[in-house]
């Protein structure tokens, strides 16, 4: 999209009210998300619409530790990742986990469970994480078995 932005200008059309909310409700892997201002050339304002997070997957038989170690990495390092792309800004603690609808590794589960945005298996939205521009909140039960 850069490179096209480049040579030709190009227009985004925001995905607005609650038709945000109706496709998040239907498809649960994607979430709320904004194309910030400034991402691209000539865009003037931030826009709404729905992406897919990124994830990281990997088989269940890599270690624990091995896991443990690239989530903690990546998630404490969210600055410098911002650096290289502007997407890198999205990524946080606090979101970590939003639309991910599939089992979560040992090595993650184990860092989430210590930054206490899992417990029991279960994510807590972190307060005042509702999405404000739709109103939705979604809770994700996270499959342990690991299968």
Excluded at 24 to 37: L, Q
Excluded at 45 to 73: F, M, Q, R, W
Excluded at 88 to 106: C, D, F, K, M, V
Aim: glycine share 6%.
């Amino acid at each position: 999209m850069v490179e096209l932005s480049e040579r030709v200008e190009i227009s985004f059309l925001p995905i607005e009210g609650e038709i945000i909310g109706e496709i998040i409700a239907s498809h649960p892997y994607w979430t709320f998300s904004e194309i910030a201002a400034k991402t691209y050339p000539n865009l003037k304002k931030n826009i709404p619409t729905i992406g897919v997070p990124c994830i990281l997957v990997t088989h269940k038989d890599v270690s624990e530790d091995a896991i443990y170690s690239i989530v903690k990495s990546i998630l404490e390092h969210t600055d410098e990742i911002a650096e290289d792309h502007p997407a890198g800004s999205e990524y946080s603690l606090e979101n970590a986990l939003r639309g991910i609808t599939i089992p979560i590794h040992q090595g993650a589960r184990k860092y989430f469970l210590e930054q206490k945005i899992l417990e029991n298996g279960e994510y807590l939205e972190p307060e005042g994480a509702q999405n404000t521009q739709t109103g939705y909140h979604r809770t994700l039960r996270v499959d342990s078995s690991n299968k």
